[in-house]
């Protein structure tokens, strides 16, 4: 399955979130992790250090060369579409390209063959590369933060979403909503939680993930969460998603 994780307001926690799940679906099978962020963010998460001629997303989604070129190995066995800030740049000259909506799915169809899962790192933005995420993907996860504003452009994306389904892939589902920095027992957390379950009637709202420095500190090593610390409160909520991912059930 090819699972974009998105949401356009940045700092909810989209690449620690595909870091997390991402180390731990690769114990479990063969899993590649696509950087669509300009900002590099799940490269460097995954302790890459891109050398001054490293291929990457951006000769990817420009058709200067195709993925398998590009896909480089990390120490937690996930393998890897790096990003840097000139991805930033490509926008106007994908805009220029027929079929500019579908760039990512073409380039993805030579190497999805060999991969059991796939992760979609997306830019906080509703732009062309996020577009790109959502034709390409079979699910979305919306990774959102628990604070005040973590409704604020919900609507957007969904509808988005819907656009999306409408016209580029039919397929899109919603794989569900996971709230992240969560502060145990606030009336803040409560408050979100609470708010989404109502607000998102048919939408699976998952576990949410604790606020914790680990999260920081684990992608400074360059290391999934799980093989930087044992705490199972701050691993569980990915295995329940991947457990999801691997049952099978309708999404």
């Not at 300009?38 to 993925?67: F, H, K, S």
């Not at 569900?176 to 969560?182: K, N, S």
């Not at 009637?201 to 992608?219: G, L, M």
């Not at 999934?224 to 044992?230: A, G, W």
């Amino acid at each position: 399955m090819i699972v974009a994780l998105a949401n356009q307001k940045g700092g909810v926690a989209k690449t620690t979130t595909t870091i997390g799940l991402g180390g731990l679906l690769a114990e479990k099978g063969s899993t590649l992790a696509i950087d669509l962020d300009p900002q590099g963010n799940l490269t460097t998460g995954l302790g890459i250090e891109l050398a001054d001629n490293q291929l990457t997303m951006y000769e990817v989604i420009t058709e200067r060369n195709p993925a398998a070129d590009v896909i480089i190995a990390t120490k937690s066995g996930v393998d890897l579409i790096p990003a840097d800030i000139n991805l930033a740049k490509d926008e106007p000259e994908i805009l220029s390209k027929v079929g500019n909506f579908y760039l990512l799915r073409d380039a993805l169809e030579e190497v999805k063959g060999k991969y059991q899962h796939i992760l979609i790192d997306c830019p906080p933005s509703l732009g062309l590369l996020t577009i790109n995420a959502l034709t390409s993907a079979d699910a979305i996860l919306i990774p959102v933060q628990c604070q005040f504003f973590a409704l604020k452009g919900l609507a957007a994306l969904l509808e988005t979403i819907q656009s999306v389904k409408k016209r580029l892939n039919p397929n899109l589902k919603i794989l569900g909503v996971l709230p992240t920095m969560a502060e145990k027992n606030t009336v803040m957390t409560q408050d979100i939680i609470a708010a989404l379950t109502t607000d998102l009637e048919d939408v699976r709202i998952f576990a949410p993930i604790p606020k914790s420095v680990r999260f920081s500190e684990s992608n400074v090593a360059g290391l999934p969460i799980h093989l930087y610390t044992q705490d199972s409160k701050l691993i569980e909520p990915y295995l329940a998603i991947i457990k999801l991912l691997e049952s099978g059930a309708e999404v």
